[in-house]
C-alpha cells in the first residue's frame, strides 16, 4: 500500500524539503499557525466582515487559541457575500452562487481569484493521482458547462497527470452514458454515488473498463460502494468537499478509511455542535475550517454542518496527515419521529439501496388525519414492481426509529414505485428527508 500523495505535497507546500528528514506532524501544525496568524491580519484588515467580527482576535500562540474566535456560518455569507471580500471585485474570476436548501432565502455566493482557482487545480491533481495516472481516461459526471466550474477544474488538474478527463456532466440519460463509457473505454469515473449506482444496475451485469470511480458531492452509503464493487470490480474511493472550501477538501488512500485533508491549504477543527467546543480525536462533532491560503475570500471558523471524527492513530498508509472519518449525516438532515427519536438520510440509504432493483429513491415526512406519513418515491429498473415495493417496505419498517414510531405514534410508511423512464426522483445534489409537516 502506497502512502498518500498528498503527504509529499503538502511537504513541498509547506517548504519541507528532501534532505530535511522524513515530514512530521509539528512542522506542519508549525506552517498552519503561521499561516493562521496570516489570515488573521489579512482577513481584518482587508474584509469589511472579519475586520468587525475579529478585530482584537489576531494574537494567537498556539493553533488550539483559534477556539477563542467566534464562527463564520452560512448565514453570515447570505447576508451579504460581498463583505467577506479581500480583494476588489475587478480580481474575482469566478462567483459561484449556492442556493438554499429550502423554499426560500437568499443563495450563498463564494468568491475566487485566479489564484484561489489555481490552488483548487493544484489540490485536484495531486489527489487524483492517488488512482490516477499518465494516459488514463476519466469520465467527469459533475457541472462543467461554465468557465471555472468544478468540472472544468478538475479536468485542467487531470491535464497535469497526463491523464484525459472527459468532460460529460451529471447527465440525465444514463443510457447515453454508458455509451460515452463503452465508447471512450473510461477506466476512471467521477460522479455523486446515486449517479454511479444507476449507471451500474442499468448496465444489467454487462462489464466495463471501468475499474476506479471517486465518489463526491454527497455521503457515500456504504450499500452503494459495495454494489459497484460487486458489479463493475471497481474500486471506491470518496472525496470530502464543498464550494465554500474550494471544492476539495480531502480524498481517500488506498486503506479507505478516511479521507486525508488538505492540511497546507485548510485548517480542520471537530466541535461539539451544542457546546461549540473542541472535542478529542476520536470524539465526534462538527466539522469546521478555516482557510489558510484564499485570497479573494477567506473563511475563518466556518461550521459546515456536517458530523464527523478524526481517527485516532495513524492510517495504514503510514501518513503524518490527520485522517476524517466519512461523514455520513448534516446537522439539518434529520427528523423528529412522533416517538422522539431522531431519523436520517443515510439510515434509509443503507437498507433500501442494498435492494438490486432500486436505483434511486426520495423521502417525505407528512401529517395527515393527525398521525405522521414517511413517504418514500422510488425509482427502479423497469422489470420490477410489486416485489420490490415489499421489500422497500419491510426495509424501512425494520430501522429502528421508524419502528419505535409506528410502534408509539401510529406513523404510517408508503411505497411508492417509478419504473425508469416513468418519472420519480433523480440524482441531485445533497439528498435529505423533506420534512413538509406544518406546526402550529
Same mark, same amino acid.
Given at each position: 500500500?502506497?502512502?498518500?500523495?498528498?503527504?509529499?505535497?503538502?511537504?513541498?507546500?509547506?517548504?519541507?524539503?528532501?534532505?530535511?528528514?522524513?515530514?512530521?506532524?509539528?512542522?506542519?501544525?508549525?506552517?498552519?499557525?503561521?499561516?493562521?496568524?496570516?489570515?488573521?491580519?489579512?482577513?481584518?484588515?482587508?474584509?469589511?466582515?472579519?475586520?468587525?467580527?475579529?478585530?482584537?482576535?489576531?494574537?494567537?500562540?498556539?493553533?488550539?487559541?483559534?477556539?477563542?474566535?467566534?464562527?463564520?456560518?452560512?448565514?453570515?455569507?447570505?447576508?451579504?457575500?460581498?463583505?467577506?471580500?479581500?480583494?476588489?471585485?475587478?480580481?474575482?474570476?469566478?462567483?459561484?452562487?449556492?442556493?438554499?436548501?429550502?423554499?426560500?432565502?437568499?443563495?450563498?455566493?463564494?468568491?475566487?481569484?485566479?489564484?484561489?482557482?489555481?490552488?483548487?487545480?493544484?489540490?485536484?491533481?495531486?489527489?487524483?493521482?492517488?488512482?490516477?495516472?499518465?494516459?488514463?481516461?476519466?469520465?467527469?459526471?459533475?457541472?462543467?458547462?461554465?468557465? +471555472?466550474?468544478? #468540472? /472544468?477544474?478538475?479536468?485542467?488538474? $487531470?491535464? !497535469?497527470?497526463?491523464?484525459?478527463? *472527459?468532460?460529460?456532466?451529471? &447527465?440525465?440519460?444514463?443510457?447515453?452514458?454508458?455509451?460515452?463509457?463503452?465508447?471512450?473505454?473510461?477506466?476512471?469515473?467521477?460522479?455523486?454515488?446515486?449517479?454511479?449506482?444507476?449507471?451500474?444496475?442499468?448496465?444489467?451485469?454487462?462489464?466495463?473498463?471501468?475499474?476506479?470511480?471517486?465518489?463526491?458531492?454527497?455521503?457515500?452509503?456504504?450499500?452503494?460502494?459495495?454494489?459497484?464493487?460487486?458489479?463493475?470490480?471497481?474500486?471506491?474511493?470518496?472525496?470530502?468537499?464543498?464550494?465554500?472550501?474550494?471544492?476539495?477538501?480531502?480524498?481517500?488512500?488506498?486503506?479507505?478509511?478516511?479521507?486525508?485533508?488538505?492540511?497546507?491549504?485548510?485548517?480542520?477543527?471537530?466541535?461539539?455542535?451544542?457546546?461549540?467546543?473542541?472535542?478529542?480525536? +476520536?470524539?465526534? #462533532? /462538527?466539522?469546521?475550517?478555516?482557510? $489558510?491560503? !484564499?485570497?479573494?475570500?477567506?473563511? *475563518?471558523?466556518?461550521?459546515? &454542518?456536517?458530523?464527523?471524527?478524526?481517527?485516532?492513530?495513524?492510517?495504514?498508509?503510514?501518513?503524518?496527515?490527520?485522517?476524517?472519518?466519512?461523514?455520513?449525516?448534516?446537522?439539518?438532515?434529520?427528523?423528529?419521529?412522533?416517538?422522539?427519536?431522531?431519523?436520517?438520510?443515510?439510515?434509509?440509504?443503507?437498507?433500501?439501496?442494498?435492494?438490486?432493483?432500486?436505483?434511486?429513491?426520495?423521502?417525505?415526512?407528512?401529517?395527515?388525519?393527525?398521525?405522521?406519513?414517511?413517504?418514500?418515491?422510488?425509482?427502479?429498473?423497469?422489470?420490477?414492481?410489486?416485489?420490490?415495493?415489499?421489500?422497500?417496505?419491510?426495509?424501512?419498517?425494520?430501522?429502528?426509529?421508524?419502528?419505535?414510531?409506528?410502534?408509539?405514534?401510529?406513523?404510517?410508511?408508503?411505497?411508492?414505485?417509478?419504473?425508469?423512464?416513468?418519472?420519480?426522483?433523480?440524482?441531485?445534489?445533497?439528498?435529505?428527508?423533506?420534512?413538509?409537516?406544518?406546526?402550529?
Amino acid at each position: 500500500m502506497k502512502i498518500t500523495p498528498l503527504q509529499d505535497w503538502i511537504g513541498e507546500k509547506i517548504g519541507y524539503r528532501e534532505g530535511s528528514g522524513p515530514l512530521t506532524r509539528q512542522a506542519i501544525e508549525d506552517w498552519q499557525l503561521e499561516r493562521l496568524r496570516e489570515t488573521l491580519r489579512y482577513a481584518v484588515q482587508r474584509s469589511a466582515f472579519y475586520g468587525k467580527r475579529l478585530k482584537g482576535f489576531e494574537q494567537l500562540s498556539r493553533l488550539e487559541d483559534i477556539s477563542r474566535l467566534p464562527f463564520t456560518t452560512a448565514e453570515d455569507i447570505r447576508q451579504n457575500p460581498l463583505l467577506f471580500l479581500c480583494v476588489s471585485q475587478d480580481e474575482i474570476s469566478r462567483v459561484v452562487t449556492l442556493p438554499t436548501s429550502g423554499t426560500t432565502g437568499t443563495p450563498k455566493r463564494i468568491y475566487f481569484t485566479r489564484e484561489d482557482r489555481e490552488l483548487i487545480v493544484d489540490f485536484f491533481s495531486r489527489g487524483m493521482s492517488t488512482f490516477t495516472g499518465p494516459g488514463d481516461r476519466v469520465l467527469i459526471l459533475l457541472p462543467g458547462e461554465r468557465q +471555472g466550474s468544478v #468540472g /472544468e477544474l478538475l479536468a485542467e488538474g $487531470l491535464d !497535469r497527470l497526463q491523464a484525459v478527463g *472527459i468532460q460529460h456532466g451529471p &447527465g440525465k440519460d444514463p443510457g447515453s452514458t454508458l455509451e460515452v463509457i463503452k465508447r471512450e473505454r473510461i477506466d476512471t469515473l467521477v460522479g455523486a454515488p446515486v449517479q454511479a449506482l444507476s449507471l451500474a444496475r442499468l448496465s444489467r451485469g454487462e462489464k466495463t473498463t471501468v475499474r476506479k470511480a471517486l465518489l463526491t458531492t454527497d455521503h457515500v452509503p456504504e450499500a452503494i460502494a459495495k454494489e459497484l464493487q460487486n458489479l463493475w470490480g471497481c474500486e471506491v474511493f470518496n472525496h470530502y468537499g464543498m464550494t465554500e472550501m474550494g471544492y476539495g477538501g480531502g480524498v481517500e488512500c488506498e486503506a479507505h478509511l478516511g479521507y486525508h485533508l488538505r492540511e497546507a491549504d485548510l485548517f480542520f477543527e471537530i466541535v461539539d455542535p451544542e457546546t461549540c467546543v473542541p472535542v478529542e480525536d +476520536g470524539t465526534p #462533532g /462538527e466539522i469546521v475550517f478555516t482557510t $489558510l491560503t !484564499r485570497r479573494g475570500m477567506p473563511l *475563518i471558523r466556518y461550521r459546515t &454542518g456536517d458530523l464527523g471524527r478524526f481517527i485516532p492513530g495513524k492510517c495504514p498508509c503510514g501518513t503524518v496527515l490527520k485522517s476524517l472519518e466519512r461523514v455520513r449525516a448534516r446537522l439539518e438532515g434529520s427528523v423528529r419521529l412522533g416517538s422522539g427519536k431522531t431519523l436520517r438520510m443515510a439510515e434509509l440509504d443503507e437498507p433500501l439501496f442494498a435492494l438490486p432493483a432500486l436505483l434511486d429513491f426520495s423521502a417525505t415526512l407528512t401529517r395527515e388525519a393527525d398521525t405522521d406519513l414517511l413517504h418514500i418515491e422510488i425509482r427502479a429498473l423497469e422489470s420490477q414492481g410489486e416485489e420490490l415495493e415489499k421489500s422497500a417496505q419491510r426495509a424501512v419498517e425494520a430501522i429502528p426509529a421508524v419502528a419505535a414510531a409506528i410502534d408509539e405514534s401510529g406513523l404510517r410508511v408508503s411505497i411508492e414505485i417509478f419504473r425508469d423512464g416513468q418519472g420519480g426522483p433523480t440524482y441531485a445534489g445533497k439528498r435529505r428527508i423533506a420534512d413538509l409537516r406544518v406546526t402550529s
